[in-house]
């Protein structure tokens, strides 16, 4: 009940920043547009860097309200969530692949929560084990979506490392099982020649 109330309030707050950010910067663009049409200040060198500062607030405020609440979960659209929660983690040295075999969704109420738990997965890994790549398959089984997260450390402590990484009950992974109790979902991590393959079971 937290977890779904927490994610409702999110979605209400991205919603509301949303409508207040879009009012307030219609507002500066017409007053710079005003300041344009004086013949004075045309070409004005100083108001087209205003103008640029502008729209980079514009994109941030953006960015921010996405990570609030995904606007792609809102329209029922959890696989283009996923597949652009990968582009925007894929930083640096670790790519980020989506492999999609099916185009079933999470059940409604549970595509929030599934975004989250792949999500903080993700975020865990790139932290914990730096991978250079990270390969997510998505398929379908009977009555179950599965999201198998593939992946292998570039530390040479990976047998070190892996089995403290799960073992430990920290908040993260505490959140994740969470997620999973509220979804009614199951997760299997398994470690073969060198790699990790965790796989996450959504029912249907």
């Not at 949303?18 to 307030?24: F, L, N, P, V």
Request: aromatic share 8%.
């Amino acid at each position: 009940m937290n977890f779904n109330s927490l994610e409702t309030e999110r979605k209400r707050i991205s919603n509301d920043l949303h409508d207040h950010m879009g009012y307030k910067i219609l507002i500066m663009n017409k007053s710079l547009e005003n300041l344009k049409s004086n013949p004075l200040l045309k070409n004005n060198l100083e108001i087209e860097r205003i103008e640029s500062q502008i729209r980079l607030f514009q994109y941030d405020i953006h960015k921010v309200l996405e990570s609030i609440h995904p606007r792609e979960l809102s329209n029922g659209k959890w696989h283009e969530g996923i597949f652009n929660l990968a582009s925007e983690l894929s930083i640096g040295d670790t790519k980020i692949y989506v492999l999609s075999h099916t185009t079933i969704c999470p059940k409604e109420e549970h595509l929030l929560q599934s975004y989250r738990i792949i999500q903080e997965k993700l975020a865990n890994i790139i932290q914990h084990t730096n991978p250079k790549k990270i390969q997510i398959d998505i398929t379908h089984e009977k009555d179950l979506l599965v999201v198998t997260i593939i992946y292998a450390s570039k530390s040479k402590l990976i047998d070190y490392t892996f089995p403290r990484l799960f073992a430990y009950r920290g908040r993260g992974l505490s959140i994740i099982n969470d997620r999973l109790k509220i979804i009614g979902g199951g997760n299997e991590i398994k470690y073969t020649d060198g790699y990790t393959i965790d796989s996450i079971f959504i029912p249907l």
